[in-house]
């Protein structure tokens, strides 16, 4: 018993640990918490002596081929009670953290997890969060399409939750679960390209793998567009339109070497992304204040207009070659924002040029303007964008240079020092700006500064010097 107790991998101790207060502190109240916690023990130390596993991942192979083992978890998450909910989950979550979780319990663990989700308790549902954050950086997993879109879906009911740290954790959770999910498809794509043998079964897991990934886009763009989810059972709340803007950023902004032409990802942004922030557009625009397209007071507040532009940035800047008709009709709706008193609240504005200033500043903008037309311009190509896009920044220039020179003048101590601010300025770069970090969604006036003039002069003074180069 000492040698194996010297012998025992660290992942037996942890589960041993785990398992201890399920089986001393249920009492009678529930007998088959108690009687599963003791099973799982047993059949755990059985695992150890018989086959001599001495690793973590040889424990772990064995725990996968061994169904009873999640099921303690699952009857503690069923009590009800936060305590004994919260154990189970702690538990679970170890065995999801090395893959060690049977692929048969899929369902009932995911279906165990969306309950927690919907749990009014707080440590219970911070707890789901680990475990389904867990889950998703298990290739079983994230094999599994089904189990998958489960647990997008409980992250997204608990982005409706009225406790802030829940709602922000579980963004933040879902931000991470989307990019393990591409990052898993990009692994799986190596292995098939660089498998001697096997291949088919190694090509058919990548195109499974892209299939998922290509799914969870789907459902992500609907959510964005204000339509129901096609499989998803989650009736959108106010903010999800944002929050799934949010982790299409993410995603496309991380992973877009994984939309090549001809791929299935491309196809779900050129028909379901695309068409998402086509229906927005108009809705979020000031300048409709009423009428069948007008949007609600969310979707033309400060930061869901953010989300949207941001979302065009990323859209022209990775992808305006390959969407050529899409992408005209995006540039055309920017640069109109983008010109003076084209909206009736300058934030806006100033939005609208920090996206096309992220365009022109975009490594691929050379390339896009030599294939781009705007819709009422001569289609000979990209002078036509060029000459449209600097005409509507000079116009800008102008209107605040006006009434800049209008405003009363600057005492002389604050243009001295305006002057050592901007001559400390590095030299503009072509490379791409680090995205900011985007607005809270609670949030209901523009910060102090976006849309004033100064501010709306320099943006449109860089976006003409980027064209210009």
Aim: with cysteine; aromatic share 4%.
């Amino acid at each position: 018993t000492t040698e194996r107790a010297e012998r025992m991998a660290m992942l037996e101790r942890q589960l041993q640990n785990d398992l201890q207060p399920l089986k001393s502190e249920v009492g009678k109240k529930f007998p088959r918490v108690k009687d599963a916690a003791e099973h799982a023990d047993r059949c755990l130390r059985d695992l150890g002596e018989r086959s001599g596993a001495m690793t973590d991942a040889e424990i772990a192979a064995g725990l996968r081929a061994s169904p009873e083992m999640g099921r303690v978890a699952l009857f503690a998450i069923e009590t009800k009670t936060p305590k004994f909910a919260s154990l189970g989950l702690v538990y679970l979550t170890r065995l999801t953290s090395h893959d060690a979780l049977d692929p048969g319990s899929f369902p009932a663990v995911a279906s165990a997890l969306r309950e927690s989700a919907e749990g009014g308790d707080e440590g219970v549902q911070l707890r789901a969060l680990q475990c389904i954050m867990a889950a998703m950086q298990a290739a079983t997993v994230l094999a599994s399409r089904e189990t998958v879109l489960q647990l997008l879906e409980a992250l997204l009911v608990m982005t409706a939750s009225k406790s802030q740290a829940i709602s922000n954790t579980a963004a933040a959770t879902l931000r991470q679960s989307a990019s393990a999910i591409f990052e898993f498809v990009a692994a799986t794509a190596l292995v098939a390209a660089a498998s001697t043998t096997e291949q088919t079964e190694h090509a058919a897991a990548a195109v499974h793998a892209e299939g998922t990934a290509s799914a969870v886009l789907e459902e992500l763009s609907a959510i964005a567009g204000g339509s129901p989810p096609a499989v998803l059972k989650f009736r959108p709340h106010e903010t999800a339109d944002g929050v799934a803007m949010e982790v299409l950023d993410t995603v496309l902004v991380s992973h877009a070497p994984l939309f090549t032409p001809g791929s299935a990802l491309l196809e779900v942004v050129r028909n379901h992304v695309y068409q998402a922030l086509l229906r927005k557009l108009p809705r979020c625009a000031p300048m409709v204040p009423k009428g069948p397209c007008a949007g609600t007071k969310h979707e033309r507040s400060y930061p869901h207009v953010a989300r949207v532009l941001r979302l065009a940035a990323v859209l022209l800047g990775n992808f305006a070659s390959e969407t050529l008709t899409l992408s005209s009709a995006v540039l055309a709706t920017v640069i109109v924002w983008a010109s003076p008193n084209a909206t009736p609240a300058p934030w806006v504005q100033h939005l609208a040029l920090e996206a096309l200033l992220s365009f022109c500043n975009h490594s691929r903008f050379p390339e896009h303007v030599y294939n781009l037309s705007i819709p009422r311009a001569s289609a000979t190509g990209a002078p036509e964008v060029i000459a449209v896009l600097l005409s509507s920044l000079q116009r800008t220039v102008h209107r605040s240079l006006a009434a800049l020179a209008a405003s009363p003048p600057a005492p002389p101590a604050a243009v001295a020092a305006a002057r050592a601010q901007a001559s400390a300025l590095p030299p503009p770069s072509r490379a791409r700006p680090a995205a900011g970090h985007l607005p809270s969604l609670s949030l209901v006036d523009p910060p102090p500064g976006v849309g004033a003039e100064g501010a709306v002069l320099h943006l449109a003074v860089a976006g003409v010097c980027s064209v210009a180069s």
